[in-house]
């Protein structure tokens, strides 16, 4: 709850107009409650510090599998869809990367072997630009002999688990990372292992770690990963380190939408100039003339992909407002909650 100083002396009027809708509309996905970058760095058992981590050239077979797993590879030139800070236009960090959309919300990662790489900068930099500055950070963690031949995979897989649990964030030099998943694939069992690490500071979020955090279901671990990963960031807000900087974002951005938006904003409060607006045909006609554009708006960027709750392919599943049957009758009674 807030009040509003002398509020009972302010006239509040309605404001109708479709480009402070985009507007409005291009500020919540910008604030960050709706798309999500994370970091990926491909490690090896022995690397300790985020300089070797991030020296790593490639990838490899079960790496690449584990980024096939979280999303769909994309080249980055001309992308159309949530960027992630990354660059679409020169190629300057790199020509592909991860992106997937998951529960309404679409997730570009920021992978070390696809970014920038440098033989002269041992810091590399560049990799560092975008995954230093990621609040959630995948490490995927590989043992070193894992791919010589006569390699046991169960030995194999123990050491890089090990490395996963021996894993200390303060290892990673960076202000903005603040969680953690180390994630190992067994070969031995084709599963995947998953140990997380977060602030002292950020609150409990879920969805709980099974025990032992192994998932031999490779479908249900992406899942699960990905909502464990959301939730953390969403928590992370309420912490001082980004909530200062979110009120300091949003407030720009707002004041940008003012700047832009003076002329239309004055035009519509004299189109508003109404005593009585319940019972005004004029105020009527404006309100859903105001809801019509709002709805046309977010239609047209559900079909094109560009909305958070669109599918990326729409030729096989139901469009997003269709109706969908799950039960033809259920029994019992329901009770729904949500949490934030």
């Not at 969680?179 to 694939?185: D, P």
Request: glycine letters at 6%; hydrophobic letters at 30%.
């Amino acid at each position: 709850k807030f009040s509003v100083p002398k509020s009972d002396k302010l006239t509040v009027k309605d404001i109708s107009s479709a480009t402070l809708q985009k507007d409005f509309l291009t500020l919540e996905e910008q604030e960050g409650s709706i798309n999500f970058k994370f970091g990926i760095i491909y490690a090896k058992t022995g690397q300790t510090t985020d300089n070797e981590m991030l020296s790593n050239k490639a990838g490899s077979p079960c790496f690449n599998q584990f980024l096939d797993l979280l999303g769909d590879t994309i080249d980055l030139f001309g992308w159309a869809h949530y960027k992630g800070g990354l660059d679409t236009r020169n190629n300057a960090t790199g020509s592909q990367s991860v992106y997937t959309v998951f529960g309404g919300h679409e997730v570009m990662f920021h992978v070390s072997t696809m970014l920038p790489y440098s033989e002269e900068n041992k810091q590399q930099l560049e990799r560092k630009r975008h995954i230093g500055n990621d609040i959630v950070t995948i490490i995927f963690i590989e043992d070193e002999g894992a791919d010589t031949e006569g390699a046991q995979d169960q030995e194999s897989d123990d050491r890089a688990y090990l490395s996963a649990l021996s894993f200390t964030p303060s290892s990673i030099t960076s202000h903005f990372n603040h969680i953690f998943a180390l994630v190992t694939y067994c070969k031995s069992r084709d599963s995947y292992r998953l140990v997380l690490h977060s602030a002292e500071s950020i609150p409990s979020f879920g969805p709980p770690l099974p025990p032992g955090g192994e998932f031999e279901d490779h479908s249900a671990f992406r899942d699960f990963l990905l909502a464990k990963l959301i939730n953390g960031e969403k928590a992370s807000y309420s912490i001082s380190t980004f909530a200062d900087k979110r009120e300091r974002t949003l407030g720009l951005l707002m004041k940008d939408m003012e700047q832009k938006c003076g002329s239309v904003l004055r035009k519509s409060l004299s189109q508003l100039n109404i005593t009585s607006p319940s019972n005004s045909k004029k105020y009527v006609e404006l309100q859903q003339s105001f809801s019509e554009v709002g709805n046309r708006i977010k239609i047209e960027k559900i079909v094109s992909g560009n909305h958070p709750t669109s599918q990326m392919s729409t030729a096989v599943k139901k469009e997003p407002w269709e109706t969908t049957l799950l039960l033809q009758s259920f029994p019992h009674k329901i009770t729904c909650g949500d949490t934030c």
